[in-house]
T-cell receptor, first 114, second 111 residues
Framework: SAVISQKPSRDICQRGTSLTIQCQVD?????MFWYRQQPGQSLTLIAT?????????ESGFVIDKFPISRPNLTFSTLTVSNMSPEDSSIYLC???????????FGSGTRLTVV | DAKTTQPPSMDCAEGRAANLPCNHS???????VYWYRQIHSQGPQYIIH???NNETNEMASLIITEDRKSSTLILPHATLRDTAVYYC????????????FGPGTRLSVLP
């Protein structure tokens, strides 16, 4: 299955600033997914990112707050903009694994906003 | 919303089999049952999946009832490293279909 490198692994940020999270995959993939996991909660899909087109956002998530780039088939970024303490979460990217073997997830970015 | 129901938590003694149940009474004929787990501070890890037959791999066994409305994940000899949150997810086996995670079952393997 694909190997995902996600950076940074953790960060502490001031409110009002922005953080860009990078997701690098060791193979070409068509779709990449970004999830958020709030403290003590399950994973929630933020958006789906296809190469060459705008990301598709789930209800409750907007592009101005979570802009996503997908410049090629192995890389994507998620930016958390104008952060507030409520944005403190783990952010994870995932990609389709081998056929019918589900998805591979990155190790996540643990974000704390102070 | 997640289409599965799992107990919020379970305990299991180390070395014993851990049996994690999942109800998916509204599953469609073309939906697979997937199991993932998330060990603390890591991303979810794929365990196993199946359609209607029982499945086994090096990590676990998946038992799906004949009517497909429920399933059980079996860890045959649980170790302390199996302590994690286990997610049961039903999903159509189409490329690009995202996974919808419910709250899962927090399994604690006790020494």
């Amino acid at each position: 299955s694909a190997v995902i490198s996600q950076k940074p692994s953790r960060d502490i940020c001031q409110r009002g600033t922005s953080l860009t999270i990078q997701c690098q995959v060791d193979s070409q993939v068509t779709m990449m997914f970004w999830y958020r996991q709030q403290p003590g909660q399950s994973l929630t899909l933020i958006a789906t990112a296809n190469q060459g087109s705008e990301a598709t956002y789930e209800s409750g998530f907007v592009i101005d707050k979570f802009p996503i780039s997908r410049p090629n088939l192995t890389f994507s970024t998620l930016t958390v903009s104008n952060m507030s303490p409520e944005d403190s979460s783990i952010y994870l990217c995932s990609v389709e694994g081998a056929v019918r073997y589900g998805y591979t997830f990155g190790s996540g970015t643990r974000l704390t906003v102070v | 919303d997640a289409k599965t129901t799992q107990p919020p938590s379970m305990d299991c003694a180390e070395g014993r089999a851990a049996n994690l149940p999942c109800n998916h009474s509204t599953i469609s004929g073309n939906e697979y049952v997937y199991w993932y787990r998330q060990i603390h501070s890591q991303g979810p890890q794929y365990i196993i999946h199946g359609l209607k037959n029982n499945e086994t791999n090096e990590m676990a066994s998946l038992i799906i009832t004949e009517d497909r409305k429920s399933s059980t994940l079996i860890l045959p000899h649980a170790t302390l490293r199996d302590t994690a949150v286990y997610y049961c997810i039903v999903r159509v086996d189409n490329y690009g279909q995202n996974f919808v995670f419910g709250p899962g079952t927090r399994l604690s393997v006790l020494p």
